[in-house]
């Protein structure tokens, strides 16, 4: 039986992995989610056949070990269920704080199994133990942290939260939760186990809270990222501490594509990781090199509908704007009716636009933009030059040309779209605020920038229109 377990989890292990490559493209990126999910089942599934420690009979049908199985099948029913209906009525805009939740709940599982672990009392050797501990500890933080980053998405905490001396703060807090794990590792089965372990758990959720409220909105795709990649490092640990190989490989895999992720956007921002947790960009940030020059210049759907008909190439990019109006359909109604009138469309897509890793990405292929239209930051911005039209559509810091002129800005250096050296850039926008950063763009006050104010969803469709009177 031993055998069979292992063989499945051979397979477990093959399936997540090509899973996993899958997904790094739009157009195989279902297919990959299948993959993984049929791994997921088949690891779930091999669990009730998974052999007892001392060989004997099988983990769940051995005597006494029924009301374990009673209490398996009704919490992956009860979980499963609740999962299978949250994914068919979400919102495409909510997808993030989705994602952020499912996150959390990865990281609370592994620091539940350290628990469970430490709460029988065995004798647990001094890896293992600490193991367990790392395990909870990241598990913990990745559990709390995320729900902050849900919290902030879906705009419960409106304001970041942030202590004086906050570095040093986040400092002794590791510090004693640290301490904390290392007692309970060396003090195993000392009276006052009970005691240490729930005020571990406790600073390990309390440090996370800490850590992720002062992170403002304009850095939390890179915070999720980073928190999954907290998870898979968790996962991995209580894997090998239950000597489960599916779990420790899911771990690896989900944790070290996680921390390359999280690598790349923080490069895509220009900022090191440990300057987006320590030194984030808030919503209190500014620019920090005085006022813009210029004003902002407002036109209208007929306009814009004009520009856009007559023009030879229009590159569209989309930011959250976009996603909270629900617009995507409407922006791919919008470039049909320009390819039938002869123009050239193409979307540039920033690492970090929206609230997620590969947020504007998923809008646009469930509205139906082709794959071949799509194209990232590296790929496009050389075309700039050469566009007539350049539709910003709700996008704020990653079309920001202070990130190439302005020092004392928070974002100066951070790779951008260069939607400023179109011929002309109209920018759709609900009002004349700053982004979700707080930072003013320099965008809109330039001389080729005309700015179209109101719902994204509506002003594309007065768009619409105006362009249809011009066919």
């Not at 779990?247 to 999280?262: E, K, Q, R």
């Not at 210049?297 to 976009?322: N, Q, S, T």
């Not at 194209?375 to 566009?387: A, G, H, K």
């Not at 763009?441 to 509506?458: C, K, P």
């Amino acid at each position: 039986m031993a055998f069979v377990v292992h063989a499945v989890y051979f397979a477990v292990a093959i399936l997540f992995i090509l899973g996993l490559k899958a997904m790094s493209s739009p157009v195989t990126a279902r297919k990959g989610i299948m993959w993984a999910g049929v791994g997921m089942i088949l690891a779930t599934l091999v669990t009730f056949i998974y052999p007892n420690t001392d060989g004997a009979g099988l983990l769940f049908f051995a005597p006494g070990k029924s009301i374990n199985l009673i209490l398996t099948v009704a919490a992956i029913a009860i979980g499963g269920g609740v999962a299978w209906w949250l994914g068919k009525v979400v919102k495409m805009t909510d997808m993030p704080q989705m994602v952020a939740v499912y996150n959390g709940m990865g990281g609370g599982a592994a620091a539940l199994i350290a628990a469970v672990e430490f709460a029988r009392g065995e004798h647990l050797t001094v890896i293992v133990s600490t193991l367990a501990v790392l395990g909870a500890l990241i598990g913990s933080v990745a559990f709390s942290g995320s729900i902050v980053a849900f919290l902030k998405l879906q705009g419960i905490m409106k304001k970041t939260w942030r202590l004086p001396a906050q570095n040093l703060v986040n400092m002794i807090l590791a510090a004693v939760a640290v301490a904390l794990g290392a007692a309970i590792v060396l003090l195993a089965g000392n009276p006052a186990m009970p005691v240490m372990l729930v005020a571990f758990f406790v600073l390990s959720l309390f440090f996370g809270v800490v850590l992720t409220s002062p992170i403002g909105g304009a850095d939390m795709p890179v915070v999720i990222s980073l928190l999954n990649a907290f998870t898979g490092l968790a996962v991995g640990f209580e894997g090998y501490v239950l000597g489960n190989p599916a779990l420790v490989i899911a771990g690896i895999v989900v944790g070290a594509s996680g921390t390359l992720l999280t690598q790349l956007m923080a490069k895509a921002m220009n900022r090191p990781i440990t300057n987006v947790i320590f030194t984030p960009i808030t919503g209190e940030a500014q620019a920090g090199g005085g006022e813009i020059e210029g004003s902002m210049k407002e036109l209208g759907a007929m306009d814009a509908a004009a520009m856009m008909r007559y023009a030879e190439k229009v590159v569209i990019v989309p930011g959250y704007g976009m996603a909270v109006a629900g617009a995507q359909h409407k922006v791919w109604e919008l470039t049909k009716l320009l390819e039938e009138a002869g123009v050239q469309v193409k979307f540039a897509i920033h690492p970090v636009a929206g609230r997620m890793p590969g947020h504007m990405n998923v809008l646009l292929a469930e509205a139906g933009v082709p794959y071949d239209m799509i194209f990232d930051l590296e790929e496009i911005n050389d075309e700039f030059p050469t566009t007539d039209v350049a539709l910003v559509i709700g996008a704020n810091d990653v079309v920001n040309p202070v990130a190439r002129t302005d020092k004392g800005s928070p974002i100066y250096g951070m790779p951008i779209l260069d939607a400023d050296r179109a011929q002309s850039c109209i920018v759709i926008k609900r009002g004349k605020g700053a982004g979700y950063s707080g930072i003013e763009n320099a965008l809109f006050y330039a001389e080729n920038t005309s700015m179209l104010y109101g719902s994204a969803q509506q002003a594309v469709a007065d768009v619409i229109t105006q362009i249809k009177t011009l066919l």
